[in-house]
């Protein structure tokens, strides 16, 4: 297939999967002065700075997307997978961004798609080696709604933070062996050793 056959299937697959999702949350999404705010630099926010400056709380939080649409693979796989370009461009084939610096970032997604060159994103969340953390197997066990269980559910001042509210993701829980632990004694869980060390 042709590189502009392959963004015109892009742009009806996002039309048709996308596009009332979008329009659904548009009509939900909050007054203007409640929505993701401005940030031009990212040095001063948690977490690495990445090749690009995707924004969880405009993706997730503004817009609703619900993670298993770009991490995809998190209910069959060991590993949530970063999503793929094609996933970005099925809808930023469309979707230009509503301020200069969203702007300029979807332009840094579209150039790595023209160039066929994937960003190389800085991990976050990392086990060492001799830990296995299945996430389909906490998804089965979670839901599917789970993600702020590790990645984002932090009492920060009176409230918590979710990854939905993050600008941009930074690790939150310590993911050390006593977190792990603590969560499986809560919900009457196996804490046999060859769960996650094999």
């Known amino acids: 297939m042709t590189k502009s056959g392959c963004r015109a299937a892009l742009g009806v697959l996002c039309a048709l999967f996308l596009a009332p ?11 203007p002065s409640s929505s993701a705010p401005v940030i031009r630099d990212t040095g001063s926010l948690p977490g690495p700075r990445q090749p690009i400056f995707f924004r969880h709380d405009v993706h997730t939080g503004q817009f609703k997307i619900p993670c298993l649409y770009c991490h995809y693979t998190v209910t069959v796989s060991s590993e949530p997978g970063i999503p793929t370009l094609q996933t970005c461009m099925g809808c930023h084939l469309i979707v230009g961004g509503a301020t200069p610096s969203h702007q300029a970032e979807i332009q840094k ?10 960003p190389e994103w800085v991990r976050v969340h990392a086990e060492p080696g ?11 066990v979670l839901g599917t709604d789970a993600c702020n269980t590790c990645h984002g559910e932090i009492a920060v001042g009176a409230r918590p933070v979710k990854v939905e509210q ?17 969560c499986h004694v809560e919900r009457r869980l196996s804490r046999d050793c060859t769960l996650c060390h094999y």
């Open 21 to 31: 999702l979008l329009a659904a949350a548009a009509q939900s999404r909050p007054a």
């Open 109 to 118: 997604v579209r150039k790595a798609w023209s160039d066929r060159h994937a």
């Open 130 to 140: 001799f830990v296995r953390f299945p996430h389909q197997r906490h998804i089965k």
């Open 166 to 182: 993050m600008p941009q993701i930074y690790q939150v829980q310590t993911l050390r062996m006593g977190w792990c632990v603590r």
